[in-house]
Structure formats: C-alpha cells, structure tokens
C-alpha cells in the first residue's frame, strides 16, 4: 500500500520511523515541508493551503493513506482535510494527552507549538481526559521547532521556554514532532519525568488501516 507522510520538516520523520517498525514492507513518501516551517504560528487560512496542496501531491502519488506526522497540522487542519479529500484515509498525530492522564499522572505539562496550544482540539482532549486530581499545564514553544528543523540555537531556546518552569512534573508530553528528535535534551530539565508522544499510537492506526 502507498502510505503518503508529511511534516513541515524533519519532526515527522520520528513517526515515520515508528510506523517502518511494524510496517516494514509498504511503499512511503514522505514530505519535509522545511519551507513552510513552521506551522506552528501560521493562520488556518494559510496552513489549510499548505496541507491541500501537500495532499495534492501524494494523491498524484497514488496515496491512498496519508499521515499527517504533525500534531499542530493535525489539531487545526484534519478536519478540513477529511471533508476536502474523502477518498483519503488521514490519519492524524495530536499532543498524547489521553495517554498522559491515563498514567493517572498528578502533574503533567504539554509542550507544543503556539498553534496546537491555541487549538480547540487540545482543549477537547483536556475536557475529556484529564481527571479533576490531574493539574496539566501547557506550554507554548515558539520557535523551537524552528530551532530543530535548522539545528541551530537548540539549547538556548530550550533553556529560555523552560526558564521557570517547575521540573517536578510526572509526565511531560511531546505535543510535537520535532521535539521527539531531542527527547534526551528534553528529559535533562525533567529528570525523574516520563516523556511520550502519540508516535506509538499513530503506528498502530497505519498498521489496522494497512490490514483492512
Ligand atoms: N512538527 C510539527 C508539530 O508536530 C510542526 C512544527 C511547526 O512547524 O511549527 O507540531
């Protein structure tokens, strides 16, 4: 099965790779939309335009599935995108918040880009999982994204978003893609936190979709 991935850069090569884990045999393309990073503080106007245009270009592919390997495209855009391209089957990667609370974690922060964090669908994924006893708080990483995609001033962005910010959380969430490809850097603030993404997840709705 052709198995179209995009990312407004690198960061979705971190799903990308989980999915070959138990996907190992399909045919891929993926789409590092760098130009375009990052998506995270674009208007849905613009980022709907990017996404179709994208989507455009798998679907000339011969895609049949596409994954959008980005948390801030997935929480403003698939809904645009399913409705636009119903033939497409799109499956989404969104900050792991469910898997988060499932932890029964007490205090868990979300960081992502200013977009996801704005985005409605966090705010649902907060409504419908998060626990009364569970405090999470989220956190808005302009520019780190960028920082990665073009592996330039990492630490020093890294070091000014988490000036303050209390290390003693139980769960730290990668509400982006980019940020699973400094996982390590990460955990050096949050020692005794456990850090996830949805990548895991992703894979595994790619792999039912490919058995169907
Ligand atoms: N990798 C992306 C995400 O998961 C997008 C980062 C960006 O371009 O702002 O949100």
Sequence with gaps: MK??????????????????????????????????????????????????????????????VI????????????EYLREKYPEIKFVGTEPAIKLAAETGAKKILVMATPGTVQSERVAKLIHENVKPDQEIELLACPGLADAIEHDEKIDETLEQLLDGVDEEHDVVVLGCTHYSLI??????????????????????????????
């Design 67 to 78: 994954v959008i390997a980005c948390n801030t495209a997935t929480t403003r855009c698939i």
């Design 183 to 212: 996982k390590d850097k990460i955990q050096k603030f949050f020692p005794k936190a456990k850090l996830i993404d949805g990548n895991r997840g992703v894979a595994k709705r790619v792999k039912s979709l490919a058995e169907q």
């Design 3 to 64: 198995i179209g991935v995009f990312d407004s850069g690198k960061g979705g090569t971190s799903v990308l790779a989980e999915i070959k884990k138990i996907l190992p045999n399909e045919e891929y393309k993926y789409i590092g939309d760098s130009k375009n990073c990052p998506y995270g503080e674009k208007s849905d106007e613009e980022l709907n335009q990017i996404v179709s245009n994208i989507t455009d270009d798998l679907e000339d592919w011969g895609a049949k």
